[in-house]
Structures are given as structure tokens and as C-alpha cells.
């Protein structure tokens, strides 16, 4: 075979010749050996080699269908494998947080109308489950009860959690609804926050209270300026817990509350609490510690306090202290017994009489022990019921009723009756300023105004005594006396002790009784008052429109003290001069506008453009930020009262903070799909969300 001259065939393409040495002794045997062989790789290699086309037009065919379907999935991916094997996975997830936002809305709902969530009595999954279905049945709290309501209202996935879910993942239990309750909390500060800026001044108001459980309790809110509304807010933080009522003690836990709340202590510029030596103390008071931490925040006290403090030291008269331990007398013996307040109402609402013509109200109003200045609100209504009171008080005593008897006399002197117009007159004057400083959003420019003309509208009263006290205050005391048969005459003890019988009433009364009462109250206020004084006040008002116009006022002047007292504060100080002239021109033409009003600090904001006075509008900022008045703390404190109530009295002081602050914050939107991604994030839950 080494010389093989036979004609190529096809399958010669396929077919390998090797040439290999016989190794048997015969040949013809070793032909016959390997011819066969020869054969077999003749026909062997056609056949692997049809196989292989095989699987090349397999392969081609699975690639082609694999194509094929990557085309269908792309364009429609739900039809994927791993898609479907995914979508119950999705299922579950979107189940189970439909689930617990029912639950987290039910608690918010409960939060923000200051409803109970827990009952008087618990319930485990299995009471539940009873009657879980029947919402007109009783439960054990009302965070059930919501929870029915939503199921009858058509929350299946509820009802199926409910009745079919784990026991041990029912997401109802009290830990979770306290859980539920802090990351609102969480959120509602984080909305609070988030408008004061890393640069905004705050000042902080403190002031505190006892609890229904005999905790002292701590009011903590800032007051800032929006910068992007331009809106003056005092918000409330949080109520913090104490144990002592030591000044380190106070400070320590309001700093801490600032850094925890991540405030600079360097923006602090106003402090605001009550006269208590505690906090006031110019040595060792909280102001004092608070200052060594927040060396720009100035101790300012409360100005209501102060008012009220003022109408304190005023009543020294012993006619004036008497006439209210008169009435308040009279004011406890018909509101503490229903018989007696119901025969008030029946003589009120005769219909042979004219009372019901000349007033609406029907009942007496209990004298404040703290708020001296809502006591004018009982006076005047003692006033208008005066005749109906003695006439009670008369008929109570014919039945035999002796406290009536002891009452009757002195209700129906004169005494009595003048003194009770005079402290009327005098205290309508104080009670408007008084509401208008427990305003919010007020500044110290307008509340400085109202302040000033109180002063004034006293020294008028003074200088037309006689006009006043005749014409209104005595003509108004004879009109009552002649209703009670009383006749207008001055005390016999003052006569006996002076030895005078003949005394003119008018003349007596108004200068025994109204002028000294008036002369105290003027020196009281101005007295008390006298925080409007402070030199930074001063300064920061003069930039209003109605004193930078006046022509006292000195532009150079005004620059100076303004350079000395903000130099390191200002954005530009260079251009300070500048804008105090361009600002006393916007002012001038303001001030001529006709109907022109003193305007509020958030509006002179809005006037004052942040691009053109830059320094300016830092200044209004600054006034704007000064508190006048603790008001919102003690606002703070009638919503403590509601929602810590003797049955509450156990609640801890996280979950106290959150209720407090989604009842106080109304206006601060609270998102349900936000508080449940944070409760999914907080904790590995037992439930499948996603995570």
C-alpha cells in the first residue's frame, strides 16, 4: 500500500491512510487482519462526522429559541421565570405592609385627636378574635375598636391578619404601638427641624409644670423666624422630666435637649422663663448656667408674668381686697352646689324680668389664683348678674339657708358695688394688652407700642378724674344700688373711725378707692414692665418704620450702635449705612400710604427684601426671634393636662412626647407610608417587607 495509484472517491476526504509495519510472520493473515479495519475507517469517520452536523444544527436551534424568548421577556417581563417565581414574593410583601399601614393610620388617628389608645382592661389575640367581626360590640380599647371600624368598613387584608395571622406578629401589641409613637414623634421633629437651618437664630422658652402623676415636668420650645415663609413660630419640642428644681439641674437638661436636637448653642440669643428665683437668679440661675454655654442668649422674663405680678402689687387697697374676697366668696357658694347655681339660672331666665335682654350668660366664672388679669372676665360677669345674685341670695336665705344669710348683707353694699365697677374700669384697660401678649407671632416693636400707651391712658384717667368716675364708674355703681333698694352712702366705719357723718359717696369713693387704686397701677406696670427698657430692645425696634421716620431719629447714630452691637453678625456690614438711608426712604413711603397701620414683624419681612437690605433683614430676623411671653409653654401644658389624665397617669415619657407633639402640631402633615418605611428600617421584623 506504500504506492496506491487507485482513483481518489469521495470519502477519500474523510479517510486517513497510515502506514504501519507488519508485525505477524505472515502477511496474507495480516491482510486479512487489517482489511477489515481498513473498512471501518473508511465507514466509521462519515458517521461521526453526520453527528457532529447534528448537534451543530441542534445547537444552532436552541440558540435560535433561546433568542427568541430573551425577545418575548424583554418585551414582556412578567412573563419571565424568575418573574413569576418573584411575584408571591411581591404579593406577601405588599399584603403584609397594607397590613401595618391600617394599623399605623389607626394610631395616628388616635394620636392626633388625643384618643386613648389602650383601654382599661387588655386583650390578647384570642378575646380578639371572638368578635372581631362585630363592631358594635365592646372592647378593651379603643385602638381595637378603630381597628373593627376599618374592618367594617372593608379592610379584608386586616381582617384576614387578624383572624388567620401569627400570634406572635399581630403588630398590635402596646410595644409596638409606643414603637409606632416615637417614629412619629421622630417625624414630626425632623419636619420642626428641618426649617431651622444650621445658621437660623432660636431662642429658647422653658417654663414647668406637675403632671397627673406628681411629675415635674419640663416645657421645652424655640422660636425662630421661617426663613423661607418669614413666618414667627414657637414650637414645641418636648417635655422633659426632672427631679430636682435646682438651677444645674434645669440647665442641664436643657442643653442637653439642644444637642440632642443638634441646635448650636452659638445661635441661642434669647432665653425666656418665669420670675422664679430659680431660673432668674443673675447668679447661680438657670439663665446664668445657660449663659456660660450660649454666651449670646440674654435672660428675658416673661412679660405676662410681669403684667400679672403688677395687678398683684396693686391690690393693697383694703377696699379693693375685700370686694374680692367678696365675690369670690359668693362666686364658690352658687358654683359649688347645684341647687344653688340652678336657682341662679331660674331667676336669670324669668320671664318677668329683663335679663335675659341685657345678657347672655348664665352662670358665674370662678376668679384665677395665678392669672389676675382673667379675673376682670369674672368681674364683668359678676357685674351684668349682679341684681339676679342678690335676688337669689334673698330668696336662699327666706328658705333658711345661713351662708345665703351671711352673703346677702355684703353683696348688697355700697361698698361693695363701687368698688366692684372701679376695679371693672380700670382692669378693661390692662386685660386687651394682656391677650395681645400671649399672641404667638407677636414681636417686642408692636408689644412695645401697646406697652407705652398704657402709661399714657392711665395718666389721662388720673388727669380727668372727676369726669370718669362720675360719669361712668359712680353713674354705673347708682344704677345698681337703685336696683337693690341700696342707697349710695360711704361706709359707717370710716365715719365712725374719722368722726365725720356727712361725706359726700363720690368724693369719698374716688379718692379713697379709685384715684389710689389707679396711682398703683400706673407705678406697678411701669415697674414691672420695665423690660421694654432693655437696651437691645431699644435699638433692634428703632429700625421700624414709625421710629426710623420720627425726627429723633439719627441715621449716623443709629449706625453706630447697630455696627457695635452686630459687627461680627452682619452679612455685610459695609453696606449698613447704605441700606439704613435706603430703608428710612421704603419707610417714609410707607408711612404715608394712607390707612397706614403699625405693621407686624413677619410683614415688614416680606417689605424688606433679602437681595436689596441684606443687613436689615438679618436685624428684623433677629427682633423677630426674641420671645415676648412664655404663653405657648403654658399652652403647652392645657394639652398635658388633657392627654396625661389621671386614668394616663402611667404613660411613659416617650410616649408622652409623641401623642404630645402630634396633638400640639396639627399643622405638621404626619405620612403613614413614611412612618411605615421607618418601622420596617428600625428592626429585623418577623413579616416579609421587602428588605
Keep these: 500500500m506504500s504506492g496506491d495509484k487507485r482513483k481518489q472517491g469521495p470519502l477519500d476526504a474523510f479517510v486517513t491512510v497510515t502506514k504501519k509495519p507488519l508485525i505477524t510472520s505472515s502477511s496474507s493473515e495480516q491482510t486479512e487482519r487489517d482489511q477489515p479495519a481498513i473498512v471501518s475507517l473508511e465507514v466509521a469517520q462519515p458517521i461521526r462526522a453526520e453527528s457532529e452536523e447534528t448537534e451543530h444544527n441542534v445547537s444552532s436551534d436552541l440558540a435560535t429559541a433561546r433568542a427568541t424568548n430573551f425577545i418575548h421577556t424583554f418585551e414582556n417581563p412578567s412573563s419571565s421565570i424568575d418573574y413569576q417565581l418573584d411575584r408571591n414574593r411581591i404579593e406577601i410583601i405588599e399584603r403584609n405592609k397594607s397590613i401595618l399601614l391600617s394599623i399605623i393610620k389607626v394610631v395616628i388617628t388616635c394620636a392626633r385627636q388625643n384618643i386613648a389608645l389602650r383601654g382599661h382592661r387588655g386583650e390578647d389575640i384570642v378575646s380578639i378574635r371572638e368578635h372581631i367581626d362585630a363592631v358594635e360590640t365592646s372592647s378593651g380599647s379603643n385602638f381595637i375598636s378603630r381597628l373593627k371600624q ?80 418669614n413666618e414667627i413660630r414657637e414650637d414645641f419640642l418636648a417635655f422633659l422630666p426632672t427631679t430636682s ?58 412679660s405676662s408674668h410681669a403684667l400679672n405680678l403688677a395687678l398683684i402689687d396693686s391690690c393693697t387697697s383694703h377696699f379693693i381686697r375685700n370686694m374680692f374676697g367678696i365675690i369670690k366668696s359668693i362666686i364658690t357658694f352658687f358654683n359649688d352646689s347645684p341647687k344653688r347655681s340652678n336657682a341662679l339660672k331660674y331667676e336669670i331666665e324669668r320671664t318677668d324680668n329683663d335679663y335675659l335682654i341685657l345678657t347672655k350668660k348664665k352662670r358665674l366664672l370662678t376668679l384665677c389664683e395665678t392669672r389676675w388679669v382673667e379675673r376682670n372676665v369674672a368681674i364683668e360677669t359678676f357685674l351684668e348678674l349682679y341684681t339676679p345674685i342678690s335676688n337669689t341670695l334673698d330668696f336662699l336665705r327666706i328658705q333658711g339657708d345661713s351662708s345665703s344669710q351671711q352673703l346677702y348683707h355684703p353683696v348688697n353694699s355700697f361698698e361693695t358695688i363701687v368698688c366692684t365697677c372701679i376695679a371693672s374700669f380700670l382692669l378693661s384697660e390692662i386685660t386687651p394688652l394682656s391677650r395681645l401678649l400671649q399672641t404667638s407671632t407677636i414681636d417686642f416693636g408692636i408689644a412695645h407700642n401697646h406697652v407705652l400707651s398704657l402709661p399714657k391712658t392711665f395718666d389721662t ?63 406697678n406696670v411701669d415697674k414691672r414692665l420695665s423690660v421694654f427698657s432693655h437696651s437691645r430692645i431699644q435699638l433692634l425696634t428703632q429700625l421700624r418704620p414709625e421710629r426710623i421716620t420720627a425726627t429723633s431719629c439719627s441715621t449716623a447714630e443709629l449706625y453706630k450702635r447697630l455696627k457695635e452691637e452686630f459687627l461680627d453678625r452682619l452679612p455685610q456690614p459695609f453696606q449698613l449705612f447704605g441700606e439704613l438711608e435706603r430703608w428710612k426712604i421704603e419707610c417714609n413711603d410707607l408711612v404715608n400710604k394712607p390707612n397706614y397701620v403699625n405693621l407686624w414683624i413677619n410683614d415688614l419681612l416680606n417689605i424688606c427684601d433679602l437681595v436689596l437690605f441684606p443687613n436689615i433683614h438679618f436685624v428684623l430676623v433677629f427682633l423677630g426671634t426674641l420671645p415676648v411671653t412664655t404663653s405657648s409653654a403654658e399652652r403647652a401644658f392645657s394639652a398635658l393636662k388633657r392627654i396625661k389624665t389621671y386614668c394616663r397617669s402611667t404613660m411613659i415619657e416617650d410616649r408622652l412626647n409623641g401623642l404630645a407633639a402630634a396633638f400640639i402640631h396639627k399643622n405638621v402633615e404626619i405620612d403613614a407610608k413614611k412612618i411605615l418605611d421607618l418601622f420596617v428600617q428600625k428592626h429585623q421584623r418577623r413579616f416579609d417587607f421587602g428588605l
Design 461 to 523: 384717667r388720673e388727669t380727668n378724674a372727676n369726669d370718669y368716675f362720675k360719669n361712668i364708674v359712680f353713674e354705673q355703681a347708682k344704677e345698681i344700688a337703685y336696683e337693690l333698694l341700696v342707697p349710695p352712702v360711704v361706709p359707717r366705719s370710716y365715719q365712725r373711725r374719722h368722726g365725720q357723718h356727712i361725706l359726700d359717696p363720690e368724693e369719698f369713693f374716688r379718692d379713697q378707692v379709685f384715684l389710689p387704686f389707679l396711682r398703683e397701677l400706673n407705678a
Design 150 to 229: 376599618r374592618i367594617d368598613a372593608g379592610d379584608h387584608l386586616l381582617q384576614s391578619h387578624l383572624e388567620k395571622g401569627p400570634r406572635n406578629s399581630t403588630y398590635i401589641s402596646p410595644s409596638t404601638q409606643n414603637e409606632i409613637i416615637e417614629l412619629i414623634y421622630e417625624h414630626i421633629l425632623s419636619s420642626i427641624l428641618g426649617r431651622v437651618g444650621p445658621t437660623t437664630l432660636y431662642s429658647i422658652i422653658v417654663d414647668g409644670t406637675t403632671d397627673s402623676s406628681n411629675i415635674e415636668q419640663l416645657c421645652l420650645l424655640i422660636r425662630y423666624v421661617d426663613p423661607h415663609s
Design 245 to 302: 428644681s435646682t438651677s444645674e439641674v434645669i440647665a442641664g437638661h436643657i442643653l442637653s435637649c439642644l444637642k440632642r436636637f443638634k441646635l448650636s448653642p452659638n445661635y441661642c440669643i434669647w432665653q425666656a422663663y418665669d420670675g422664679a428665683p430659680c431660673m432668674s437668679g443673675i447668679f447661680n440661675g438657670c439663665q446664668t448656667v445657660i449663659k456660660r454655654f450660649c454666651p449670646n442668649a440674654e435672660y428675658m422674663h416673661c
